[in-house]
């Protein structure tokens, strides 16, 4: 028998208890939730939570134990989340950083560009570091895993300090310049004052991209280069010197700059 299940109370509490999701909607002072009851309890009608998406990895059969990727495409068995601080200090699962990183653990046979078939870059046991909104999530053999094409992997981290990272193809690593401590009329400026900056200096860089007969082409920036860079482009992370690194397409280096 369908009913309604209605919560009253102090407009000003149910405004507090209810957090605030797009899509949906609440009434200052009462909240009717459509549901049906019956033997296992009070089932809320999905209508209700139209506007609620929740994304979740695709799940592997277990049957399943063994995954080819096709062409150029890698398979990566992700990095953990880190559940603690450098201090020791338990972090909820909240503020847990998403891992951007992992082992491959297989590759396609690579991919052809016209008469030639390029190998992939990347070979099984290394350690990637890979694109933040790259590839596909799945559980596979109890683990979570991505599968993505090789041109989504940043670079191979061989130690656990970014500023070791080898970019691939046409990607480069810069280490971020730091923010101005005063004003142009010497003014102190608080941390949220300053203004990240788009500079930086090149410590690293790719192999080059490929061009239409598979061949390499060499990137015009270098390391040791001072470069103005596009501000919202490339991945950010923190290096174990407390430094900042981006690693981005040498398409997105603005300038090079001089004294």
């Known amino acids: 028998m ?14 507090k208890a209810l957090p605030s999701f797009e899509g949906l909607k609440r009434s200052p002072s009462t909240l009717r939730v459509p549901t049906s009851l019956g033997a296992s309890g009070v089932g809320f009608d999905r209508r209700c939570f ?13 049957k399943f134990t063994f ?3 096709l062409g150029d495409r890698v398979l990566v068995k992700i990095k953990t989340s880190e559940e603690k601080t450098g201090g ?9 950083s998403k891992p951007q990183g992992g082992e491959v653990v297989a590759v396609g046979e690579g991919k052809s560009i016209g008469k030639k078939t390029i190998d992939p870059s990347v070979q099984t046991g290394v350690q990637i570091v890979y694109s933040k909104y790259a590839g596909t999530e799945m559980e596979f053999n109890g683990s979570n895993h991505l599968i993505l094409k090789e041109d989504d992997i940043v670079g191979v981290l061989e130690t656990d300090d970014v500023k070791d990272l080898k970019p691939l193809n046409d990607r480069v690593l810069i280490k971020v310049a730091e923010a101005e401590e005063k004003t142009a009329g010497g003014l102190l400026l608080t941390e949220a004052a300053k203004e990240k900056p788009s500079i930086g200096t090149v410590i690293a860089v790719g192999p080059g ?8 082409l060499p990137l015009t920036v270098t390391t040791g280069s001072t ?17 900042d690194y981006i690693a981005l397409r040498a398409s997105d ?6 004294s």
Do not use: H
């Open 2 to 15: 369908a009913t309604t299940l209605q919560l009253t109370g102090s407009p000003s509490l149910a405004l």
């Open 50 to 62: 139209r506007g609620l998406v929740v994304k979740a990895a695709t799940v592997v059969s277990p």
């Open 67 to 69: 995954l080819k990727p």
């Open 88 to 96: 020791g200090i338990l972090l909820p699962t909240t503020a847990q």
């Open 209 to 216: 991209p490929l061009d239409e007969e598979g061949n390499r």
């Open 227 to 243: 470069v103005l860079y596009s501000k919202y482009a490339g991945s950010e992370f923190k290096g174990a010197d407390d430094s």
């Open 253 to 258: 280096v603005m300038a090079i700059l001089s």
